[in-house]
């Protein structure tokens, strides 16, 4: 279906200047992509300009929290082209996040139609420097206005943008998060939904009154094991070997953690994708056995951990950024920003489109 | 503080016509209050007309799903007079929501303001049959426009109202829920959250299919005992005695919960709240030696239940409804309605507002 472009969107753009300080997902592109789905059927998208939603008082989203999000960036490549990092992915995830919460899936032509085209419109608004880029947030919302416990019969699915740094730059400190749950076991960990979300933000809140950054989250059954970070996924360097947390049915698949462990193994590290242990775990760190942890997502692409702490101790990591982490970060961003040749396919190239 | 009554108030109320056909939570009242919060700052809460509302495509409400809500009645009770039931007791759960949450607490006389002021500006949409009322609905959301995982720095305070029949009428069959889980130990279900209701709506879709109506949950720690409905508390009669599962931490306080243990209390029942294993209940459904069963909440009030299905078996109830069912629920109604004494000073009349 073709795509409708607002004749406000070209005025919106040529008016709107990128701010010297970015940020992360606080400045927003002028213009956003919108469909909405009525009883199954889809509109023909839109390039319109951003602006306030209007929604129904009783709209599902704000009582039911029926919504589910994406994550993903366009890059400028050191060529100065625009290009998106693998975005088939985010449109099958976020498929399985919509059925998770009984809502409509956003057709994959769709959904690539959504993120190319505000790619398109602003390509000058792709920022250059390194680590940077345009964060693109597609994200759909149940609407009806009806206040009893059912699925929502009408959707809006929209892609809004924002030229942004990376998410978390420095070293992070993480949390054992032993008292509060980011998802239950048969939960909606492994979907992208909001109360994902909603529900870690006490966690965070208490440990940062402990001068810590993030949570570490547990497996829900029975907390012995490492699940993930709140919006990332975990790695650890133990005895040379790259651990990762298996998928567990409480873990959300990053995008980036997938594609880490194919770079990984093309670069010839040992992998290991299992259970690890946080006890077993900590001694490790302790001992020296395990000597770099870090992070994954999106946003951040890889954040180096310095250190876990738990209530009984404060664990330092060995080597904060290691050699591990830096070595895979420049690895990806050098596909994502065009310096090393993309031998996965994994970036698609998008046409700016000039006005 | 006073409240700010919009001029338009008094026009959309006299153009109003309460629809013949009720339904629950559909015909929307057309006034709403709203108070908002920046910084920790309260505003004046103020009535205006029903209105879509305006969100930023970023704010946190929509991808993080922040956001609370109550539910609570307005009654037109025997004499004419319009009364409220316990209001206090949903500030007070509301408080706690929007802590687990990390959201700021709407003052209880905010609180109380909203539904009083929306009551007595509505007197004239409060349904008088038996059972019928005028459900509100006080709401609070994050609309801070930012997208990185952290708490909204500005909130918005509603109270919507909509002239209702009660929610479920008929017996409900239900389904044990073996597959999905409501809530985490550890996680949101003891607080009255978005989150928790757009993960229960899989299940139900599933369990529609069979032939059946609501789910059963289990505790997320084993799935041995009963926790909730998605949205009611479960009562069980065994061997004569009034069973209903312990708080667990992953079950939501309901306030007709509350009120059905007062009042079963004076009737003279004697009442169990601890464990209810599911196997054995499901046995004792099976030989008789648990008789009836119901869910209650303010919406539905109390629910007989019919059938609870499983994999294995359908075990249909000896009554439905059942004698405790139909007791509780005519002493409740005749409190709510200004039919029998309140002795529990439950009831908190609102004086309508002429214009």
């Known amino acids: 279906m073709s795509i409708y472009i607002d004749p406000e969107v070209a005025v919106s753009l040529r008016g709107y200047e990128v701010p010297e300080r970015l940020g992360f997902g606080t400045a927003m592109a002028p213009v956003m992509f919108r469909a909405v789905c009525q009883d199954g ?86 920022p250059g420097n390194r680590g940077e880029s345009l964060y693109l947030r597609p994200f759909l919302i149940g609407t009806q206005a009806d206040l009893t416990v059912s699925a929502s019969t009408s959707y809006e699915f929209y892609v809004i943008a924002s030229p942004s740094e990376a998410y978390h730059t420095g070293n992070m400190r993480l949390w054992v998060e032993r008292e509060d749950a980011r998802a239950a076991v048969g939960g909606t960990g492994d979907a992208k939904v909001g109360g994902n979300y909603a529900g870690s933000l006490l966690s965070v809140g208490r440990l940062k ?118 070595a895979l970060r420049e690895a990806l961003l050098d596909i994502q920003e065009g310096r090393a040749e993309d031998n996965f396919g994994w970036m698609q190239p998008v046409d700016p489109v000039n006005f």
């Open 41 to 126: 059927c889809w509109s023909q998208g839109e390039l319109i300009p951003y602006a306030p939603l209007t929604i129904d008082p009783a709209a599902k989203v704000l009582h039911y929290a029926q919504s589910c999000f994406e994550g993903m960036k366009a890059y400028r490549t050191a060529a100065g082209s625009i290009a998106l990092f693998r975005p088939e992915k985010n449109a099958a995830r976020m498929a399985y996040s919509a059925k998770r919460l009984c809502m409509p899936s956003v057709p994959e032509s769709l959904f690539l139609d959504g993120v190319r085209t505000i790619a398109a419109y602003c390509a000058n608004l792709v």
């Open 209 to 326: 009154e402990r001068g810590y950054d993030q949570s570490l989250w547990l497996n829900p059954a029975d907390r012995s094991r490492v699940d993930e970070l709140s919006g990332m996924n975990f790695f650890a360097v133990i005895e040379g070997k790259l651990h990762t947390p298996a998928l567990s049915g409480s873990i959300l698949e990053g995008i980036t953690r997938n594609s880490l462990l194919k770079l990984a193994r093309e670069l010839g590290y040992d992998l290991v994708e299992g259970a690890i242990h946080i006890d077993t775990l900590l001694s490790q760190i302790a001992s020296g056995v395990c000597t770099e942890a870090f992070a994954c997502g999106t946003a951040a692409i890889i954040s180096p951990i310095s250190v876990i702490g738990d209530e009984a101790h404060s664990h330092e990591l060995y080597q904060a950024p290691g050699p591990v982490a830096k």
